[in-house]
């Protein structure tokens, strides 16, 4: 009696585990900001971008890993200050616009069966990304056509319902160089999401 016991809260509790597997639909917003590692480039504030597509869940007793598909655009601004000018002199401020489409790969544990936590790398593939207001200074960007970082982050799930939020960290270059300029320039950014499991 005691096995069957047993037996029969194993079967309810994967049942329970598995029952927070499927696909869904998710969209949000991102709020980045582009470090470099020149000292003629200086970022501005983080700004505002969104994201929308598709994401999976599998896994079970508390383990899961969750793909993703997201078209994502963010951009980023920043100002070109030439070396050697003194502060009296306005710097060159320019804005950088990434169109792409990231591919995360989260894996992480369950707890409490509505709690979540997760990490894992992020492929990101360019779409269409252009360097706006380029002038004879700072004329063009090459822009990568991918890029690899990670994320990690915490997400709350209420019945079909979930939400999420992670941290990106870029670790690859998103150009090689902004006009002449050798730059380390990588995207770096807070995702805040809102998916709903449709089956």
Same mark, same amino acid.
């Given at each position: &009696?005691?096995?069957?016991?047993?037996?029969? !809260? !194993?079967?309810?509790?994967?049942?329970?585990?598995?029952?927070?597997?499927?696909?869904?639909?998710?969209?949000? !917003?991102? +709020?980045?900001?582009?470090?470099?590692?020149?000292?003629?480039?200086?970022?501005?504030?983080?700004?505002?971008?969104?994201? @929308?597509?598709?994401?999976?869940?599998?896994?079970?007793?508390?383990?899961?890993?969750?793909?993703?598909?997201?078209?994502?655009?963010?951009?980023?601004?920043?100002?070109?200050?030439?070396?050697?000018?003194? #502060? +009296?002199?306005?710097?060159?401020?320019?804005?950088?616009?990434?169109?792409?489409?990231?591919?995360?790969? &989260?894996?992480?544990?369950?707890?409490?069966?509505? !709690?979540?936590? &997760?990490?894992?790398?992020?492929?990101? @593939?360019? @779409?269409?990304?252009?360097?706006?207001?380029?002038?004879?200074?700072?004329?063009?960007?090459?822009?990568?056509?991918?890029?690899?970082?990670?994320?990690?982050?915490?997400?709350?799930?209420?019945?079909?319902?979930?939400?999420?939020?992670?941290?990106? #960290?870029?670790?690859?270059?998103?150009?090689?160089?902004?006009?002449?300029?050798?730059?380390?320039?990588? @995207?770096?950014?807070?995702?805040?999401?809102?998916?709903?499991?449709?089956?």
């Amino acid at each position: &009696m005691k096995r069957f016991l047993f037996a029969l !809260l !194993l079967v309810l509790g994967t049942t329970q585990a598995f029952s927070q597997n499927g696909i869904g639909i998710k969209a949000g !917003l991102s +709020s980045t900001k582009i470090d470099f590692d020149n000292e003629n480039f200086v970022p501005s504030d983080a700004q505002t971008g969104y994201h @929308i597509g598709l994401f999976g869940r599998f896994g079970g007793a508390g383990f899961f890993v969750q793909p993703e598909l997201l078209f994502t655009q963010t951009s980023g601004e920043f100002a070109y200050v030439p070396s050697g000018v003194t #502060g +009296s002199s306005a710097p060159e401020n320019y804005e950088a616009e990434f169109n792409r489409l990231d591919i995360p790969v &989260m894996v992480g544990f369950r707890f409490f069966k509505v !709690l979540r936590v &997760m990490a894992g790398p992020i492929a990101s @593939i360019n @779409i269409n990304s252009e360097l706006k207001n380029a002038v004879e200074t700072v004329d063009d960007a090459d822009f990568n056509g991918a890029t690899f970082g990670y994320q990690a982050g915490l997400g709350v799930d209420i019945g079909n319902l979930s939400v999420e939020g992670k941290y990106e #960290g870029g670790l690859s270059k998103v150009t090689d160089n902004i006009g002449s300029f050798s730059t380390d320039n990588r @995207i770096n950014q807070w995702v805040l999401s809102v998916g709903f499991r449709l089956f």
